[in-house]
């Protein structure tokens, strides 16, 4: 029996987001796929160990490029980080 897996994302690629807590990095899944796995795992986020098996798969990793904040307002909530 020939069975093929449906995969909807066609260039087996997922996309995730890094963020950064208190110093502690954590990849968090933007794409449908990325939440998929994330969701196999029981986990919100991904893990460097999850990450590894995703490659084993055969699928890519991409980070979403980090989007500076543009207007006054996101600039002053950002400000009081600093």
């Given at each position: 029996?020939?069975?093929?897996?449906?995969?909807?994302?066609?260039?087996?690629?997922?996309?995730?987001?890094?963020?950064?807590?208190h110093g502690a990095y954590t990849a968090?899944?933007?794409?449908?796929?990325?939440?998929?796995?994330?969701?196999?795992?029981?986990?919100?986020?991904?893990?460097?160990?999850?990450?590894?098996?995703?490659?084993?798969?055969?699928?890519?990793?991409?980070?979403?490029?980090?989007?500076?904040?543009?207007?006054?307002?996101?600039?002053?909530?950002?400000?009081?980080?600093?």
């Amino acid at each position: 029996m020939n069975t093929k897996l449906n995969n909807t994302n066609s260039t087996n690629s997922i996309v995730i987001r890094i963020k950064c807590a208190h110093g502690a990095y954590t990849a968090w899944p933007v794409c449908k796929d990325a939440k998929r796995f994330a969701a196999l795992a029981g986990s919100a986020n991904l893990t460097i160990n999850t990450m590894s098996i995703i490659k084993e798969l055969g699928y890519t990793i991409e980070v979403e490029p980090l989007q500076l904040p543009t207007s006054p307002v996101e600039l002053s909530t950002l400000a009081q980080y600093i």
